[in-house]
């Protein structure tokens, strides 16, 4: 039995031209009632031979419109049609298994350069003109604290500022951004770059946090400052008050001239004295790291602290229970102090006082110890200047003390931070 569609296109063209033949010769002969017969045999064997062409190209757009809509489930029988039919079918499916591979490889290096653009450590974004976000790597939600980003306008819910200066910025431009967040000021160095894509022009935005290069490259000049300072003035005191001693040894030396050496020696190791509180700062030992249990470490701090301080409502809060810190105790035990004392200070003649030491360490970031204190905050005006040597508000203080702390921190690998408000102040070591 005589089957697919390469036979039946046959029949139907023997057909159509033995009607056309028919019609013209009956045209020819003038016998107008049978050509009316064969003219309509002609149309529809004409007919028969379009459909079987139609029947292929529904096939071929069957195909194109399944893969336009990503649907790739579908075959054609390749064994149960004449051998040219299942040529057609077989190479219908070979297009589409071709197609198929293409659209696999391009997904796999999609997911290549995603898992590589997650790896690094610069965050990337990428917007187009309306400031949709086409991509956005790990780190740049990291630094930017939002989980998911899609649009710039998303950045507002950090500061209102931010939408603005990202839809600012044009290609090569380079900006320093600041907000504040929980964990107090985040500094980013922000380079824009833009590429050309068929449909619009996108930029391109690599973030890097800085804020604790800049700490660092801070604290490394202070002290510089502090050696050269701390070197020339006991360079100058030193010979002023052995002198001073001498002579106030002398024999015949008394009444004013001895006051006045007096004087001279008790200003001079007074002086020697407080230059030698500010070489502290450049003769920080070197850390011995340590797997430390922290409860029982903050625990002993509160005791103390309690001891010194025993109107003072102290609030300890560690979780987990069993949280460790690779870090040198002695020097983490002076920081921590320093802050609860600095804290308690704040607190001093408030009746309803209180310090709470707590821990925060979220699934696959740093260890965070929070001090927190009731007092009345650190004036806006001054905030950004009390990690700076020297610089104090209390009387008689040295303004080293938070200085130092921030200094073990950083031969920590960690970082010193405060954020504050009327009635709360939180400082917060963060460790690697």
């Known amino acids: 039995m005589l089957k697919g569609t390469i036979y039946r296109l046959a029949v139907w063209l023997v057909l159509f031209g033995a009607a056309a033949a028919a019609s013209v010769w009956l045209f020819v002969s003038e016998r107008y009632f049978w050509l009316i017969a064969t003219a309509g045999g002609s149309v529809f064997a004409g007919m028969q031979i379009f459909r079987l062409f139609y029947e292929n190209i529904r096939k071929i757009t069957f195909m194109f419109n399944a893969i336009a809509n990503g649907d790739y489930t579908?075959?054609?029988?390749?064994?149960?049609?004449?051998?040219?039919?299942?040529?057609?079918?077989?190479?219908?499916?070979?297009?589409?298994?071709?197609?198929?591979?293409?659209?696999?490889?391009?997904?796999?290096?999609?997911?290549?350069?995603?898992?590589?653009?997650?790896?690094?450590?610069?965050?990337?974004?990428?917007?187009?003109?309306?400031?949709?976000?086409?991509?956005?790597?790990?780190?740049?939600?990291?630094?930017?604290?939002?989980?998911?980003?899609?649009?710039?306008?998303?950045?507002?819910?950090?500061?209102?500022?931010?939408?603005?200066?990202?839809?600012?910025?044009?290609?090569?431009?380079?900006?320093?951004?600041?907000?504040?967040?929980?964990?107090?000021?985040?500094?980013?160095?922000?380079?824009?770059?833009?590429?050309?894509?068929?449909?619009?022009?996108?930029?391109?935005?690599?973030?890097?946090?800085?804020?604790?290069?800049?700490?660092?490259?801070?604290?490394?000049?202070?002290?510089?400052?502090?050696?050269?300072?701390?070197?020339?003035?006991?360079?100058?005191?030193?010979?002023?008050?052995?002198?001073?001693?001498?002579?106030?040894?002398?024999?015949?030396?008394?009444g004013e001239v001895r006051k006045g050496l007096e004087t001279i020696y008790t200003t001079g190791k007074g002086l020697t004295t407080f230059v030698d509180s500010y070489r502290?700062?450049?003769?920080?030992?070197?850390?011995?790291?340590?797997?430390?249990?922290?409860?029982?470490?903050?625990?002993?701090?509160?005791?103390?602290t309690r001891q010194e301080f025993p109107d003072m409502t102290i609030t300890l809060c560690v979780q987990p229970d069993d949280l460790i810190l690779y870090a040198d105790e002695n020097l983490l035990f002076q920081v921590v102090m320093n802050l609860l004392k600095n804290a308690a200070q704040a607190l001093n003649g408030q009746t309803n006082g209180k310090i709470i030491i707590s821990t925060e360490c979220p699934e696959g970031e740093q260890v965070t110890i929070l001090i927190t204190d009731n007092g009345p905050g650190i004036p806006a005006e001054i905030l950004p200047h009390i990690f700076i040597p020297f610089f104090t508000t209390k009387e008689g203080g040295s303004g080293i003390g938070l200085s130092l702390s921030r200094q073990i921190m950083r031969l920590h690998d960690g970082l010193l931070t405060v954020r504050s408000r009327p009635g709360e102040t939180t400082f917060l070591l963060l460790f690697p």
Request: include cysteine.
């Open 74 to 254: 579908f075959r054609f029988t390749e064994y149960d049609g004449s051998l040219p039919d299942n040529v057609l079918n077989s190479t219908l499916n070979r297009i589409k298994g071709i197609l198929m591979q293409e659209k696999e490889e391009i997904v796999r290096q999609e997911q290549y350069y995603s898992l590589i653009l997650d790896s690094a450590s610069t965050g990337i974004l990428v917007t187009d003109p309306n400031g949709s976000i086409h991509r956005s790597n790990n780190e740049a939600r990291r630094q930017l604290r939002l989980p998911i980003l899609t649009h710039l306008n998303q950045l507002a819910r950090i500061d209102e500022a931010l939408p603005g200066i990202f839809r600012e910025m044009q290609a090569d431009d380079r900006r320093r951004i600041r907000f504040n967040d929980e964990r107090g000021e985040v500094t980013l160095s922000v380079r824009c770059s833009s590429i050309r894509s068929k449909e619009s022009e996108l930029r391109i935005f690599a973030l890097s946090e800085i804020g604790n290069e800049l700490v660092e490259q801070e604290l490394e000049s202070w002290v510089r400052l502090i050696r050269v300072l701390t070197h020339e003035i006991m360079n100058s005191i030193t010979p002023i008050t052995s002198l001073s001693e001498t002579l106030m040894d002398t024999e015949g030396v008394s």
């Open 280 to 304: 502290k700062l450049t003769r920080l030992p070197t850390p011995r790291p340590a797997l430390i249990r922290v409860k029982p470490l903050l625990e002993r701090m509160v005791s103390l």
